[in-house]
């Protein structure tokens, strides 16, 4: 999970909070969030959860993160809980179905996006290639005034 401290709407309006929530909290979660952690620049909190975490984020999504520049050395596995959810303006998720805890008035979208656990390197890239385009997509409607710095894919 983020080193980020999460945040309430009721403390405040100017940053909104966005959690990302898959079964493992081990891959596309963790590509979520750090991908919106960098391209905000501190005007979006971003946390990751899993309905079902695992004991640590997919080896292969770590190195091909690194290999763009990205750090997920402090990324850790966290259970997605009701409290998580209800502090963030928005919960995106990706493969947890069902199990995602619903909150009336935080808005949910999903995302179907492939599961990189155990993937060759070409396929694990093409699924942050997917995650960066919705990432940066997302940031623009949560933020309109943002200029995001260029792809960390370009």
């Known amino acids: 999970m983020s080193t980020a401290t999460p945040t ?3 403390t405040t309006t100017d940053v909104p909070q966005v959690v990302f929530a898959c079964i493992r ?3 596309r979660s963790v ?3 750090v991908l919106t952690e960098h391209y905000a620049g ?3 909190v971003a946390l ?3 309905t079902q975490p695992g004991e640590h984020i997919h080896p292969e999504v770590a190195d091909a993160l690194q290999k763009l520049g990205l750090d997920t050395s402090a990324e850790v596995p966290t259970k997605l809980t009701r409290e998580t959810i209800e502090a963030s303006v928005m919960a995106i998720t990706l493969g947890c179905g069902e199990e995602c805890p619903y909150v009336p008035g935080v808005k ?5 996006v492939a599961d990189p656990g155990g ?3 070409e ?3 093409g699924i942050i290639a997917d995650v960066d385009s919705r990432v940066r997509t997302l940031l623009v409607e949560l933020v309109p005034d943002i200029e995001l710095p260029p792809s960390v894919l370009a």
């Open 8 to 10: 309430t709407p009721e």
């Open 25 to 27: 909290n081990g891959g």
């Open 31 to 33: 590509i979520s969030r």
């Open 42 to 44: 501190g005007r979006v």
């Open 48 to 50: 990751s959860a899993g």
């Open 108 to 112: 949910y979208v999903d995302w179907p």
């Open 119 to 121: 993937q060759d390197q």
């Open 123 to 125: 396929t694990v890239r």
